[in-house]
């Protein structure tokens, strides 16, 4: 019996250690995954927009942005945040009394942003990355055009953007970003636009919901 008690003791010490490496995996130096520093973080996004300015071409068209952003990780994978950032767009006039387009003329836009992330892969980074899907709604608000008189006006629009991106962390607190996203808002035009016997706007609608793509990218730091 104690022979017995004493083998079974050998065992047991000799599997111990591998069942303990099989549920972690990797050594923690050697693993590629790694925990992300938790707390609030802003990030300064630079990005081009790619918008087509619907049917008719008068919505805001391509150009360039720039702006800021505020997250706070509410739980390991989810994060809220807040953010501004500014368009030096471009768009076309259209006349609808003279059949004739011009521009591109200046469009710029303030776009003011509430968003939620959800990080893939949790509160950890693999290998440095930190992949995410997000959803962004907001306001985004026109400048005048001057030299438009065909009754057009951006205004003030409400506009939703699902996307995804990853963040590069070099670091415990510094990180790159990366986003693109699918940028939705509704166009309205004025009646001048659906008059015959050449409307500008074929469908005869007054308005139509337009999707531009937007590619940001960005620097961070958590706080």
Do not use: C
Not at 152 to 159: A, C, P
């Amino acid at each position: 019996m104690p022979l017995i008690r004493i083998a079974l003791a050998a065992v047991i010490g000799l599997l111990a250690p591998a069942g303990l490496m099989a549920q972690v995996g990797h050594p923690p130096s050697k693993s590629p995954y790694h925990d992300i520093k938790q707390g609030s973080s802003i990030t300064l996004v630079g990005g081009h927009f790619l918008g087509n300015g619907g049917d008719a071409g008068v919505g805001p068209n391509d150009g360039w942005t720039f702006g800021g952003r505020f997250d706070f990780r509410s739980a390991r994978a989810l994060a809220f945040g807040v953010g501004v950032s500014y368009g030096e767009l471009q768009r076309l006039i259209v006349d609808p009394f003279l059949d004739e387009v011009t521009g591109p003329v200046d469009q710029s836009v303030l776009f003011t942003e509430a968003m939620v992330t959800f990080n893939l892969t949790g509160g950890k980074t693999w290998h440095v990355f930190a992949p995410f899907v997000g959803l962004t709604i907001g306001f985004a608000f026109g400048s005048d055009v001057a030299a438009d008189t065909s009754g057009y006006d951006f205004g003030t629009k409400f506009f939703f953007a699902p996307g995804g991106g990853t963040r590069v962390f070099l670091g415990d607190r510094l990180h790159l970003r990366a986003e693109a996203r699918a940028h939705f808002w509704k166009l309205s035009y004025p009646p001048s636009f659906r008059q015959q016997p050449d409307p500008v706007i074929i469908t005869g609608a007054d308005s139509e919901w337009d999707l531009s793509p937007w590619i940001l990218f960005g620097i961070g730091y958590t706080l």
